[in-house]
């Protein structure tokens, strides 16, 4: 069984404040994904990382994808009360078989 | 844009009873994909539908059947709902050489009593 297992499960912070989640699986994916859910919403797509080692940004967050493609990382520098949600990772392992986490819950106080 | 439709956005069953939960997406997509998403567990996919005409079995099938209606309307039916089915569903589309599901309706959530 493929598994994504995603660290913390939660987190509370202060606004300014920096963080980094986690995404880590045993499987290699063809590209891995970092989506953010709101209550009562469905998942926004946030990114799709492809090669090992890619790291790509969207304002002030910085996603990695592993050299191996096994693992990926979020980074939210100066977090701000706007990015609590829900965040989940996804991996591809071609066609139509994309496994999910069981998301990171932040929450970023004002 | 309205995007990814999906009705109800609510609902509450006796166990036994069926439901069809509806889904529409005003993208043009080829692919369309039924997921459930139960606390402290990842999304997990029931069906999918790579084109207009087909569906396929994904991860936790069993229960439920759907259909593929047109390009645009993809639904899930429960024939005879049990507690187990309890949980929030999304549908989702991506479009032709997307490697994942692109745009997620808000989600239905259903409750079996």
């Known amino acids: 069984t493929q598994l994504l297992e995603q660290s913390p499960q939660f987190l509370s912070i202060q606004e300014g404040e920096n963080l980094t989640v986690y995404c880590n699986s045993s499987?290699?994916?063809?590209?891995l994904q970092w989506y953010r859910q709101e209550p009562g919403e469905g998942p926004v797509l946030l990114v799709t990382v492809v090669t090992g080692g890619e790291v790509k940004k969207l304002k002030r967050l910085t996603f990695q994808f592993g050299d191996a493609r096994k693992d990926s990382s979020l980074h939210i520098t100066a977090a701000q009360p706007g990015d609590t949600g829900l965040y989940l990772c996804a991996g591809n392992t071609g066609g139509f078989k994309t496994i999910f986490g069981a998301g990171t819950r932040l929450f970023v106080k004002a | 844009n309205a995007g990814v439709t999906q009705t109800p956005k609510f609902q509450v069953l006796k166990t036994g009873q069926s439901m069809t939960l509806q889904c529409a997406q005003d993208m043009n997509h080829n692919s369309m994909y039924w997921y459930r998403q139960d606390p402290g567990m990842g999304l997990r996919l029931i069906y999918y539908s790579a084109s207009e005409g087909t569906t396929d079995k994904g991860e936790v099938p069993n229960g439920y059947n759907v259909s593929r209606l047109n390009k645009r309307e993809f639904s899930l039916r429960l024939e005879s709902a049990a507690p187990s089915q309890t949980s929030v569903y999304f549908c989702?589309?991506?479009?032709?050489?997307?490697?994942?599901?692109?745009?997620f309706g808000d989600g239905t959530r259903l409750s079996i009593l």
């Open positions: 499987s290699v994916f063809s590209s």
């Open positions: 989702a589309s991506r479009e032709a050489g997307a490697r994942q599901p692109q745009h």
